[in-house]
């Protein structure tokens, strides 16, 4: 079927305003927030229901054609990049919260539902959800599910997979099928473990059932300043090795901290080499004894200046200059890239001082990170108008991510791997290891059309003997799988 037909079909499915063709329009979707792969889809589609969605899905099947899915576009690693001859499915006017249910502790809501209006939704009766990636203000939760999202809170509350207990899912062969439920835990293999963070290639979600958690009693927020990240790094482990588990603990470096004072006029401390931000909540006595101690930690490893602050206010205006740091950066360089990859809190120190090293020359190098779990967002910052630097930003940030590997972490912490990060997964994993996550692919997709050419470097097509080598893959050679 030729993509003219598959246009024809798909305005007689869904309706001609809900299909869209015009070159200009298509073009508001040539890519996510990392803007610098640009591809114009074929097509648009902007379903409403899960049938709809099943039906777009179906008639891509039979003409042949690759879709992608969307939620609100801002992903980092390219995942929502349109295929050129395929069709893009958005699913931003899937925005129904379906229930709140609060004596389940639970949500279900359509896939482009932003996630702050699930904690909105929940709010009156004292819940919220605790994801909150730093763009939950615009992110939908179907791309939260996409990627795994995580957020400052994230190192008390845990990922997006710990706070989705089911999906249900246009499987890529337009069939729907639900994985999981409001039940936690359900027996058999994890198949909704392995969506949670698929990228869109194993299919579209389509409605979500969230985990939604009591609003903790208290919650108090200080600020510290510390003279470089050597310091601040200390009392991250000394407050997590002393047992106390803050909801967030968030650093940046003195360069971040210059990007935020020009940007947002955050009124962090003046010199400082690095600060930190600790949340902690829960209940008003545990915090209040906790945060003692926090306190006392931050002094004993040279905390410069701490502040406490005193009303809500004020909390939001230490969060203005984390939250604001990516974009910041634009005032300060004239063009950035932003890195994420995870290493163990542990290494923290060695791989900042070795990330100062490769920011030597004409590539500067902000940091901006979750320190609590070793999720790190270095900022390369560069000039596009100066011959070699967008290359030389590319090696070191390349470079930074064999840091991360070298140190026992991995090539992304939150933003996902995409149609950026491919070319990295042979760093991190064997042929055999890419292998066999094809096959689960495969499995999901054997006619390799959902959100082709993403996460894997190679892409081989279902059925094709995976590999460079003649011979089975071990797990083939051992029983433990077959090839569709
Ligand atoms: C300023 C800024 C700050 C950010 N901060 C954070 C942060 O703190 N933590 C964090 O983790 N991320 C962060 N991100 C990255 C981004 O917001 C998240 O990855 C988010 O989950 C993407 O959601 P989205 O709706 O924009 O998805 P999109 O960008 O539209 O899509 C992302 C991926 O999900 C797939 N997808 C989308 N919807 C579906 C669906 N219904 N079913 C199946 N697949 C789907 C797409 O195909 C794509 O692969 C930030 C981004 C920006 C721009």
């Given at each position: 079927m030729t993509i003219d037909r598959l246009v024809q079909r798909l305005q007689t499915g869904l309706g001609a305003d809900k299909v869209l063709t015009d070159r200009q329009e298509l073009r508001t979707y040539e890519c996510d927030?990392?803007?610098?792969?640009?591809?114009?889809?074929?097509?648009?589609?902007?379903?409403?229901?899960?049938?709809?969605?099943?039906?777009?899905?179906?008639?891509?099947?039979?003409?042949?054609?690759?879709?992608?899915?969307?939620?609100?576009?801002?992903?980092?690693?390219?995942?929502?990049?349109?295929?050129?001859?395929?069709?893009?499915?958005?699913?931003?006017?899937?925005?129904?919260?379906?229930?709140?249910?609060?004596?389940d502790q639970r949500a279900v809501v359509q896939p482009g539902v932003i996630n702050l209006h699930v904690t909105r939704a929940a709010a009156p009766e004292g819940y919220y959800y605790a994801p909150d990636p730093s763009s939950q203000q615009v992110c939908s939760i179907g791309g939260n599910v996409a990627e795994n999202s995580g957020g400052a809170h994230c190192l008390k509350y845990g990922f997006t997979t710990n706070h989705v207990t089911g999906v249900e899912v246009v499987a890529p062969d337009g069939t729907v099928v639900r994985?999981?439920?409001?039940?936690?835990?359900?027996?058999?293999?994890?198949?909704?473990?392995?969506f949670i963070g698929s990228e869109g290639t194993l299919g579209i979600a389509t409605?979500?059932?969230?985990?939604?958690?009591?609003?903790?009693?208290?919650?108090?927020?200080?600020?510290?300043?510390?003279?470089?990240?050597?310091?601040?790094?200390?009392?991250?482990?000394?407050?997590?090795?002393?047992?106390?588990?803050?909801?967030?603990?968030?650093?940046?470096?003195?360069?971040?901290?210059?990007?935020?004072?020009?940007?947002?006029?955050?009124?962090?401390?003046a010199g400082a080499?690095?600060?930190?931000?600790v949340e902690l909540d829960g209940a008003r006595a545990d915090v209040d004894?906790?945060?003692?101690?926090?306190?006392?930690?931050?002094?004993?490893?040279?905390?410069?200046?701490?502040?406490?602050?005193?009303?809500?206010?004020?909390?939001?205006?230490?969060?203005?200059?984390?939250?604001?740091?990516?974009?910041?950066?634009?005032?300060?360089s004239p063009d950035?890239?932003?890195?994420?990859?995870?290493?163990p809190r542990t290494a923290l120190p060695e791989v900042l001082r070795r990330i100062a090293d490769l920011s030597s020359g004409g590539v500067r190098v902000a940091n901006v990170f979750h320190a609590g779990d070793g999720n790190l967002h270095p900022l390369v910052l560069f000039d596009d108008a100066v011959p070699g630097q967008a290359e030389e930003a590319e090696i070191v940030s390349g470079a930074i991510l064999d840091l991360c590997i070298e140190h026992g972490g991995s090539i992304t912490g939150e933003h996902g791997v995409g149609m950026d990060k491919s070319k990295y997964m042979p760093r991190m994993y064997t042929e055999d290891d890419l292998d066999t996550m094809q096959m689960l692919r495969c499995a999901f997709d054997p006619h390799?059309?959902?959100?082709?050419?993403?996460?894997?470097?190679?892409?081989?097509?279902?059925?094709?003997?995976?590999?460079w080598h003649k011979g089975p893959h071990p797990l083939q050679a051992a029983g433990l799988a077959e090839v569709f």
């Open positions: 927030g990392l803007a610098h792969y640009k591809v114009t889809p074929a097509v648009v589609v902007l379903p409403r229901t899960t049938e709809q969605v099943a039906f777009v899905v179906r008639a891509c099947v039979e003409a042949d054609v690759p879709f992608v899915a969307r939620g609100s576009g801002t992903g980092l690693s390219g995942g929502a990049l349109p295929h050129a001859d395929g069709v893009l499915v958005v699913t931003s006017q899937m925005r129904d919260i379906l229930e709140v249910d609060t004596a994985l999981g439920g409001r039940a936690p835990d359900p027996p058999g293999y994890d198949l909704l473990g392995a409605e979500v059932t969230v985990r939604l958690m009591r609003a903790p009693e208290s919650v108090r927020t200080l600020l510290a300043a510390f003279p470089s990240t050597d310091e601040a790094g200390g009392a991250v482990s000394a407050v997590i090795g002393a047992g106390v588990l803050p909801a967030a603990i968030e650093m940046m470096d003195a360069l971040a901290i210059e990007a935020a004072e020009a940007a947002v006029h955050c009124d962090y401390p080499g690095a600060v930190l931000i004894a906790q945060f003692s101690e926090v306190e006392r930690h931050c002094r004993d490893n040279g905390a410069t200046e701490i502040r406490i602050a005193a009303d809500d206010a004020e909390r939001a205006l230490f969060w203005k200059g984390r939250k604001s740091a990516f974009a910041a950066v634009g005032r300060i950035y890239i932003v890195q994420d990859g995870v290493i390799h059309l959902s959100n082709p050419g993403k996460v894997f470097p190679t892409p081989r097509l279902c059925g094709e003997v995976p590999g």
